[in-house]
């Protein structure tokens, strides 16, 4: 069997989803495919940079008029093993929401566009034709479903499917990272995103709706190794590395059923926008954590992405066009932005990060460098 669109997204979460409603409000015949079902609980800080507003705005999504409201922060406050901290203002407000609600609310508005969104599709295999169509391979339960469209986006995250190949080179990092989250209840968290540093790596939390938090932490493979096997006891573990964590954790409750982990995780070197088609999101570029700015560039990605996909379906630029102008913004983008976070990456992780809250003290703008270096600016697209 196989069923003909003009575009086909791979992967449902928040990058793909965005792309898919854009080019299906443009006119398009848009396929969003994913592996899993949706709504569901996924690894990830949930924290989304003050940046994020312009791009939601573009999408038709106000987060702060919704019920239940999700969480608001102005300021970040980084605790380090030793009880030295380092405190500095957003640029703005941030907002948090957790992936479950943020998932259902983007593909409420993907299908209201048009879109259409078929789960529990694994995809198994992507070729480009010689007329620079492509074909999709499917299992979806005991069937095999084929799509052939003029475009294909990848936004499966760090997991390239089965016969999908790479580019011309390995843009990861070597170090295998582990990332796990849970929401918590109890944990009174006023305004602000907490990030504590622990041996291997660090947890941040952040109020999301509902009166929770969400605990998201992102650790070296070999710092969690023979600490347990659940998400509850690996957390546990870590913030024995952190004393002001360990309390700050048995103020609350784990909430069943939010525990996800997600293993390997490799950061991104460089931005990897094309393959044999373009990527969006995980997909195209990891950025540490620590950064809090996962959800803009999914969202800022798919925003650039969607503009030159449209232009290639309506013929208005040619393939090459296609792949040179998006692989060319992509890079412009996020090339900076990635290398000024693996910086601060690599300065998190240096033994010497003790040292920090006094460098705050002395040089009073470190702490606001560390929060502006690693944000995207405003396109003026939602002025």
């Not at 980084?78 to 030295?84: C, D, K, S, T, V």
């Not at 391979?137 to 469209?149: C, F, H, I, L």
């Not at 232009?311 to 992509?330: H, P, V």
């Amino acid at each position: 069997m196989t069923r003909q669109a003009d575009v086909i997204v791979a992967g449902a979460g928040i990058a793909g989803s965005s792309a898919a409603l854009q080019l299906a409000a443009l006119g398009h015949r848009t396929i969003l495919l994913d592996r899993q079902e949706f709504p569901r609980h996924k690894t990830c800080g949930e924290f989304m940079s003050p940046e994020t507003k312009e791009m939601l705005a573009v999408l038709g999504i106000n987060l702060v008029s919704r019920t239940p409201a999700p969480g608001n922060m102005n300021k970040a406050r980084i605790i380090l093993p030793r009880g030295g901290e380092i405190g500095a203002p957003l640029p703005g407000n941030a907002t948090g929401i957790s992936r479950y609600e943020l998932d259902r609310i983007l593909h409420e508005k993907a299908e209201s566009a048009g879109a259409e969104i078929v789960t529990k599709a694994v995809v198994t295999g992507i070729r480009k034709l010689d007329d620079n169509r492509y074909e999709v391979d499917t299992r979806q339960g005991d069937r095999k479903v084929s799509y052939q469209a003029l475009a294909v986006i990848g936004a499966y995250g760090t997991k390239k499917p089965r016969g999908v190949a790479s580019g011309a080179e390995d843009t990861r990092d070597n170090t295998v990272y582990i990332g796990i989250k849970s929401h918590y209840r109890g944990i009174a968290i006023p305004e602000q995103v907490e990030l504590y540093f622990c041996e291997g790596g660090y947890i941040g939390i952040s109020p999301i709706e509902d009166g929770k938090v969400n605990v998201a932490a992102l650790l070296t493979l070999d710092s969690v190794q023979g600490r347990g096997k659940s998400v509850q006891e690996i957390l546990q573990k870590a913030a024995g590395g952190n004393r002001h964590l360990t309390a700050r954790l048995a103020e609350g409750t784990p909430v069943t059923d939010t525990q996800v982990s997600i293993a390997p995780v490799r950061l991104s070197d460089t931005p990897e926008p094309w393959s044999e088609f373009p990527h969006i999101g995980d997909a195209m570029l990891m950025i540490p954590p620590l950064c809090g700015d996962g959800m803009s560039i999914a969202l800022r990605s798919a925003l650039i992405c969607s503009g030159w996909t449209d232009r290639y379906l309506k013929g208005m630029i040619s393939y090459e066009e296609w792949q040179t102008g998006y692989s060319a913004e992509a890079d412009q983008e996020f090339t900076r932005l990635l290398k000024r976070a693996r910086r601060i990456q690599k300065l998190a992780f240096a033994k010497t990060n003790r040292l920090y809250p006094g460098l705050a003290r002395v040089f009073p703008g470190l702490a606001r460098y560390v929060i502006k270096a690693t944000r995207l600016s405003e396109t003026g697209m939602a002025r």
